[in-house]
């Protein structure tokens, strides 16, 4: 009788786990997990900047001093200490992406919206609107912006990354806002004399949150990488050390062709990290969204349908040998 | 829709997005406070070799090409006058150089390496991903995940990654430039043959990011047509697996053909930089020598030819898509 309690039990306790767990309950990844821990690293060395104990700017050194003597990647070209200038300049990097991240995505957001909600004539020049811009290269925009601006800031730079790069997250998100304007909720939410606005914000946009979420995260890490780009090419943000403006020096002073690979190989290593941990981590998620893209289900589904047949096989044998079983005692009783 | 009103859309639409490139071209450097002529010509009196009087004479020649004292509409017709009759300007940094001189040496280097790059790396990247699709398990999932990183692989990054291993400590390929000391460009087989040599590690940089990102679209898009209807469909008829092979093979690679017009503005912006890092004598180092510089005419030269450059080739690839797929002019119809 305890057994048989205990039996009942424990799938009930599974359950309980699954529903504390939200993580668990949504399936996740390795692939999520690993994402999760490049962007954690790179952020944490962004951070690492502000309790190091030697300035981005303090020279310690000579021209690319190798590493050793208590500097553990050596010098660059300034005569500075590698690790901090990098810490600086992940931080940097980083506040850039983040700040363009939230501006592309505020900009593409609501023309997206609007476009894909109202339809009609607004869609026809919002789209249309947008459509000019995709097709003009954001780079070639960028450059033109930056070297008609007296001088450029962090701030400015993220700015301007920012609403060059808008298009895409608009792009997708009319899609989806325009399927969402057709559902019921909408004319219950328009019946009850609900408000535009109130109706995007409240009833459209949750529903598009997800790929708000995943938009957001590829708009950071294009973010980061157009700053360096631009920096590599000398427009970066002055008197400011960035990851960008770390690898413009470096080519500068022929750092590849002298073989000092501390001065160049942390700078792109981090860049790299950056745009492929927010690239995975977006994959991931887009696999948590997008059950079609999920292709390790079909193994565990596959394992569920072979363990419901064999429960399923095991049950008949149960009732098949209860049967007989009930109809030998019963055919005892009558003899 | 029919297919000449497609057609008509797009070319409205790219001639549109043309007329605003080309004003962002024109307005944004003369925005610079003081206008670019101040700039250039303080900064050449600063350096201290130009006398005053050549420094008068540079200004006015200037003030008169870019018809700085005209009102700015004006301007924009001398501006788009000039550049429709093939006349880029003059340089500031290698005044009296001509802009369309310096960007005509340029220019080649630069197609030789990125038009092969786009085409070989879009076919290559198409068929490992559809590959990658239909085997699934472990090649799959090697295939993916190393092209996903090497398409989120910033091109510079493995530029950079490149030329420091195979060049600097392996010694297989030659450290940046284009072709050897000494020997000047000429259309001769020693001369190719020596170009070749420099040629690789820029080519290879842009292509093998290409294909990843190719690779990794096309997998996502097979995976998505593998679950589609007509497939179980098909296998419900007892249609062959080659046969259904070849059904979703079209399909998934539709989406592809636009990935290809969106891919190309990224390739080029990127290869802007690939250039820098092989000190490669293409457009990419001409324009960071040119940003260096100030030099205002080459920069907008640049920006001009490959904003042209990539919404032509857009605009081709659009069209293409279009013929070929009967769908997308029906259901563009309604989005533009």
């Known amino acids: ?335 | 829709m029919k297919l000449g009103r497609y057609i008509a859309t797009k070319t409205v639409w790219y001639a549109v997005a043309l007329i605003a490139a080309v004003g962002l071209n024109f307005l944004l450097p003369r925005l610079v406070p003081g206008n670019p002529v101040d700039v250039i010509v303080s900064n050449l009196a600063r350096g201290g070799s130009v006398t005053s009087e050549q420094q008068k004479q540079i200004y006015d020649s200037f003030v008169a090409e870019f018809g700085l004292d005209q009102p700015l509409w004006q301007q924009f017709f001398t501006y788009v006058g000039k550049v429709f009759s093939g006349d880029l300007g003059t340089s500031f940094a290698y005044y009296p150089a001509s802009v369309n001189g310096l960007i005509g040496d340029a220019l080649p280097w630069s197609i030789a390496v990125q038009l092969p790059a786009i085409l070989i790396g879009w076919v290559l990247g198409n068929l490992v991903g559809a590959i990658a699709a239909f085997r699934g398990g472990n090649w799959d999932r090697s295939v993916f995940t190393s092209s996903l990183f090497l398409s989120s692989m910033p091109y510079y990054c493995l530029s950079i990654l490149l030329l420091y291993g195979l060049a600097v400590v392996a010694g297989v390929f030659p450290v940046g430039g284009a072709y050897s000391l000494g020997s000047t460009p000429e259309l001769s087989v020693s001369f190719l043959l020596d170009a070749l040599d420099y040629y690789w590690l820029p080519f290879l940089s842009l292509v093998i990011v290409f294909i990843g990102g190719q690779a990794v679209g096309m997998r996502s898009m097979a995976i998505y047509e593998l679950g589609g209807d007509y497939v179980n469909y098909a296998r419900a008829m007892g249609i062959g697996d080659n046969k259904i092979t070849t059904y979703i093979f079209r399909n998934a690679m539709l989406p592809q053909i636009t990935g290809l017009a969106l891919s190309i503005g990224t390739l080029v912006g990127g290869a802007l930089i690939t250039e820098l890092v092989f000190s490669y004598p293409g457009v990419g180092t001409l324009l960071f020598n040119a940003i260096a510089a100030n030099d205002y005419p080459v920069i907008q030269a640049i920006t001009l030819i490959i904003t042209v450059a990539v919404l032509l080739a857009n605009f081709c690839v659009e069209i293409v898509y279009g013929i070929v797929d009967p769908r997308i002019r029906a259901a563009k119809s309604g989005e533009k």
């Open chain 1, 1 to 335: 009788m305890t057994q048989e309690l205990a039996a009942v039990a424990e799938p009930k306790q599974a359950s309980l786990l699954t529903r504390l767990n939200p993580l668990r309950g949504m399936n996740l990844s390795s692939r999520f997990w690993i994402a999760l821990v490049i962007v954690a690293i790179v952020m944490l060395l962004g951070l690492a900047g502000f309790v190091y104990p030697t300035g981005s700017g303090e020279k310690v050194g000579s021209l690319y001093d190798a590493p050793g003597n208590g500097l553990l990647l050596g010098t660059d070209n300034f005569g500075h200490d590698v690790v901090a200038v990098l810490m600086a300049g992940t931080r940097t990097s980083l506040t850039i992406g983040l700040v363009a991240g939230i501006v592309a995505t505020l900009i593409g957001v609501a023309i997206g919206l609007i476009a894909g909600f109202v339809g009609g004539w607004v869609e026809e020049l919002l789209m249309g609107f947008t459509n000019v811009v995709l097709a003009i290269p954001s780079i070639i925009v960028l450059i033109l912006i930056s070297i008609s601006l007296p001088q450029s800031t962090i701030w400015s730079l993220a700015i301007v990354i920012g609403i060059t790069s808008w298009p895409w997250t608009a792009r997708a998100v009319r899609a989806q806002a325009s399927s969402v304007a057709t559902r019921e909720h909408i004319d219950v939410a328009r019946l009850s004399g609900a408000r535009l606005p109130e109706i995007l914000v409240k009833d459209v946009l949750p529903y598009i949150l997800s790929y708000t979420v995943m938009a957001f995260v590829l708009q950071v890490s294009g973010a980061i990488l157009a700053e360096a780009a631009l920096s590599m090419l000398g427009l970066g943000p002055s008197g400011t050390d960035s990851l960008g403006t770390q690898l413009h020096w470096a080519l500068a002073f022929q750092a590849v062709a002298s073989g000092a690979w501390w001065a160049f190989l942390p700078p792109t290593i981090v860049l790299t990290l950056v745009s492929f941990g927010f690239l995975l981590l977006q994959a991931s998620l887009d696999e948590v969204f997008n059950p079609r893209l999920r292709r390790g289900k079909k193994k565990q589904m596959k394992k569920a349908a072979a363990r419901r047949a064999a429960e399923a096989r095991a049950l008949a044998e149960a009732a098949a040998s209860a049967v007989d079983g009930s109809s030998r005692t019963r055919a005892g009783e009558s003899a």
